[in-house]
């Protein structure tokens, strides 16, 4: 059935489905026998799915990854899809509009998006505002902040701080996003010395509150093995909690989109299978090099229940799905929540 629904929507501007369906989850999630119905057939409710993960308890592995709920408008909606968390944002201090449009494309001959959609989003106040008034308690959340735009790198850390502050009350984790490709000069915080001090400037904030909450990293995955090892060893000397592995691609490698296409469509990082393989890749690399001690929330290219499984067999605790979700609809988390309850109980 999805895929018959999934064609009919391909069909149209991919960042205009993108609302439409929001709505049309909003509107399931507001009638009480529809939403039933629908939560019967994608929810899969297991005790044995709670992971613990950083002094957390999910109420199963399987999370939405940051930018499908940039302002925190959909969290009740989207837990009758089965996550057991939803990280919000990208969220910066002030509202900004991001790139301009179009700035979101289907590869689907790749499973694949393309997206430059430059950290749009409502701004922290908005976030907090649409975060008090969630009603479903029980799924985690996760708050994926930024810096707008037009803060310079030199003042970045501020921008971070200020989303940390304000939201710090309405998360359960944070994710610093310093890997998106489609702010300018953004990923440069990846670079040792500037990345090193944004993060233990946040985790001195983090420490003087009387309960700090977990802070973890998303990283890219055209890192190089330097930078990789280099990150490691950041984790270790700001003691953050740990680190999402990977955001998008700025690589055109390997594509069976034409790459005259693909050209059309202009700059932006590619996420879905075109990095299942690297993904996978970093997170055992990471697991292996730290000899395990290093938390990881895999995302990046998984489509089905083996893609998660193969991750967490990699090292990595928790996964994250955002193109998958939309090429395979909510069946795949029910999917790989089956497939997980099936390894737990033979």
């Known amino acids: 059935m999805y895929k018959l629904i999934r064609s009919i929507l391909f069909l149209f501007d991919a960042e205009k489905v993108h609302y439409l369906v929001m709505r049309l989850l909003r509107f399931i999630h507001s009638f009480g026998l529809l939403r039933t119905f629908f939560r019967s057939i994608y929810v899969e409710s297991n005790s044995k799915l709670q992971t ?18 940039k302002n925190a408008q959909n969290i009740d909606a989207l837990a009758d899809c089965g996550f057991g968390f939803i990280e919000i944002g990208t969220v910066t201090p002030k509202a900004q509009p991001g790139n301009d449009k179009p700035r979101l494309f289907r590869l689907k001959a790749d499973e694949a998006i393309l997206n430059r959609m430059g950290f749009n989003n409502e701004g922290m106040e908005a976030a907090v505002k649409a975060l008090k008034k969630r009603k479903n308690k029980h799924i985690l959340i996760g708050g994926n902040i930024g810096k707008n735009k037009w803060t310079p790198n030199e003042e970045a850390t501020s ?39 944004l993060l233990q400037t946040l985790q001195n904030a983090n420490k003087a509150k009387s309960k700090p909450k977990p802070i973890l990293l998303k990283i890219a995955p055209d890192l190089s093995e330097t930078q990789i090892d280099e990150i490691i060893e950041i984790v270790g000397l700001t003691n953050i909690s740990g680190l999402i592995v990977a955001n998008t691609t700025i690589s055109r490698a390997q594509l ?13 990082g590619i996420s879905g299978k075109p990095i299942t393989v690297r993904s996978t890749e970093m997170i ?42 939309i090429y395979e609809g909510p069946a795949l988390v029910r999917s790989i929540n089956k497939a997980l309850l099936k390894r737990v109980q033979p």
Do not use: W
Not at 53 to 60: D, H, I, Y
Not at 159 to 184: G, H, I, K, M, R
Not at 286 to 310: E, F, L
């Open 52 to 69: 613990e993960f950083l002094g957390l308890k999910f109420p199963n592995p399987v999370g939405l990854a940051a930018g499908f709920d």
């Open 159 to 197: 921008d971070y701080l200020q989303c940390f502050e304000a939201l710090f009350d309405f998360v359960d984790y944070f994710v610093v996003n310093v890997s998106s490709p489609n702010t300018p000069n953004l990923r440069a915080l990846q670079e040792k010395e500037p990345l090193q001090a």
């Open 256 to 268: 069976k989109t034409p790459a005259v296409q693909v050209e059309k469509m202009g700059a932006g």
């Open 284 to 325: 055992r690399y990471i697991h292996q090099q730290s000899s395990g001690q290093i938390p990881m929330i895999a995302v990046g290219g998984i489509h089905s229940a083996q893609d998660a499984i193969d991750k967490l067999e990699a090292g990595a605790q928790l996964v994250q799905l955002y193109t998958g979700f």
